[in-house]
């Protein structure tokens, strides 16, 4: 029987339910995108920067997305 509750399924992972949107929502709003471009090297965060932009490119580019989501870790109390 299959269980209902989406937590059982991987409790040891803080990024389980949180969607990429809210992570880079919540790191503009934190940071803003001057200083997400200093501490991550990308280029959607420098070049005429918008919110619809870094999240294309994020959706599509692995290696920044998980640069993303550890900083994102990073900076959520009890990360």
Known sequence: MKSNNP???QP???LH???LADILK???DEYGFEKLA???NINCFKSNP???SCLKFLRTTPWARKKIE???LD???NG
């Open 7 to 9: 937590d059982k399924k």
């Open 12 to 14: 040891n992972n803080p």
């Open 17 to 19: 339910g949180v969607k």
């Open 26 to 28: 919540f790191l503009i």
């Open 38 to 40: 200093e501490r991550i």
């Open 50 to 52: 918008t919110y619809k």
């Open 70 to 72: 550890e900083l994102y």
């Open 75 to 77: 900076s959520i109390p």
